[in-house]
């Protein structure tokens, strides 16, 4: 039974579709979704100067809630955002374990079904979960 999917969030469209995903998958077994964006420590640049910190946290949790995790606000799915400093992968998987999470779910850059187009966030999570993960290709775009 599935209670809790964890998803990895970036701002990506690969990381809007693995959470459009989700929340049809939550919608359906009727689980909380859980989008989780995990900052880097290296700094931020706008407008031709780094960010303080604090700066970046405040902008990146803005565009969490307000922009990447949108189709979550009106989706009738129970659901948090989660902003936490580090590595993905590091990230993901404590926050997995932490939350108890039954499933997660990441998007992909990649283009084959080969191990290097994987994207190594998404090759490091298989590798180094013991909860299942789905990975999701990026959609053809129509044109």
């Avoid at 949108?70 to 993901?92: F, I, R, Y």
């Avoid at 990649?110 to 590798?127: C, K, M, P, V, Y």
């Amino acid at each position: 039974m599935i209670r809790r999917i964890l998803v990895g969030v970036d701002g990506s469209a690969n990381s809007l579709g693995a959470l459009n995903w989700t929340i049809a998958l939550a919608q359906q077994t009727n689980s909380e979704v859980i989008a989780v964006h995990a900052m880097g420590l290296k700094p931020i640049e706008q407008d031709g100067r780094f960010l303080s910190p604090e700066e970046a946290r405040h902008i990146t949790a803005d565009l969490l809630d307000s922009i990447w995790c949108a189709p979550l606000k009106n989706s009738g799915v129970k659901h948090q955002n989660l902003l936490v400093e580090g590595s993905p992968v590091t990230a993901l998987l404590e926050i997995a374990g932490e939350l108890e999470v039954d499933l997660i779910v990441v998007g992909t850059r990649g283009h084959t079904l080969g191990e290097a187009s994987l994207g190594s966030t998404a090759h490091r999570i298989i590798e180094d979960s013991k909860i299942p993960v789905v990975v999701l290709p990026p959609r053809p775009v129509d044109g």
